[in-house]
């Protein structure tokens, strides 16, 4: 990557140790920059809002506001930069709930450092990214709720509805989506909006994860 593409990271994780390793690491790799560290959710609120990053990395697990209240309120303010669960959580409740309150991506820390890089550059590129048992974790939960369409007909999708969907599946983000599709993102936004409620789903990855497993 050049220099007009290095990820601006801010990090909110209350374990100093992570937090070194994250930057030893992106000391190590010119595209990614470090702008800012907090070891709370406010803090981070906060910091995210002043910096204004291309990417939060998220523990969920913190004293004061957690992991996924800290999500909810960056939403709530519209936080451009792209938010990724950094966790030793693999537990279902927390995949579901972090997907479905609008996080990028969920990783596990003790991912090897060369593919947790692989990940960032992902996200940089405009994908959702997930640790492969995380992904099986959110399918299996899916199936645990109610009955989703069997088939991308059966819900009643729009060729449009269908081709956007084929691109969530590839994990692309909604300006990914309008660049490929020459469309505007806006447009990409309305389109999302639909098809989520006409497959029953509440988060974008819900129905990545659904397209892929029902192709």
Do not use: C
Not at 158 to 167: A, V
Not at 184 to 196: G, N, Q, S, Y
């Amino acid at each position: 990557m050049s220099d007009s593409t290095v990820q601006r990271v801010v990090m909110i994780d209350d374990h100093p140790l992570l937090r070194k390793g994250l930057q030893q690491l992106a000391d190590l790799t010119p595209e990614i920059e470090i702008v800012g560290e907090a070891d709370n959710g406010e803090q981070g609120i906060e910091m995210v809002e002043q910096l204004q990053p291309d990417l939060v990395l998220l523990d969920l697990n913190m004293h004061g506001m957690n992991g996924i209240e800290t999500l909810v309120e960056m939403k709530k303010r519209d936080t451009v930069a792209r938010i990724v669960i950094l966790t030793v959580s693999d537990a279902q409740d927390d995949i579901v709930a972090a997907m479905r309150n609008g996080a990028d991506g969920y990783l596990l820390k003790d991912m090897p450092p060369e593919e947790l890089m692989v990940k960032f550059r992902e996200v940089a590129e405009g994908r959702l990214v997930m640790s492969h048992n995380i992904a099986e974790s959110l399918a299996r939960a899916m199936h645990q709720t109610s009955q989703r369409p069997k088939d991308v007909d059966d819900a009643g999708l729009t060729e449009r509805e269908k081709e956007i969907l084929t691109h969530l599946a590839q994990g692309e983000s909604n300006k990914v989506i309008a660049r490929n599709l020459n469309i505007a993102e806006a447009t990409v936004k309305v389109h999302v909006k639909h098809l989520l409620k006409k497959l029953g789903f509440k988060s974008r990855v819900e129905a990545a994860v659904w397209a892929v497993e029902n192709r």
